[in-house]
């Protein structure tokens, strides 16, 4: 189990101000992650490709086509001159 001057160093690290009861509580929080993290480091993980995902997801590739729409667009404009879209001026 975590000391109260390892907490105190993580938070001061951390940047975190804690009261007593509050130290006392990130004491027994942190000493269970802890130990968790070392139950984990018990499994056998021999052989079991690294993941960067739960699901199996792929990449669907598709070619970048672009597309001309200013002829469907520009009939839309109140104002147009060539392919250009005419506006009122910004300043």
Known sequence: MLTKEE???IAQLSRIEFNSDDIESMRQDLSSILDYIEKLKEI???G???TTHS???KNIFRKDIAKDFSKDLLHLCPE???RHV???PVF
């Open 7 to 9: 907490v105190e160093k």
């Open 55 to 57: 699901l199996e997801i």
């Open 48 to 50: 079991v490709e690294p």
């Open 80 to 82: 147009k001159e060539g």
């Open 86 to 88: 005419k506006t009122k």
């Open 44 to 46: 056998d993980i021999e």
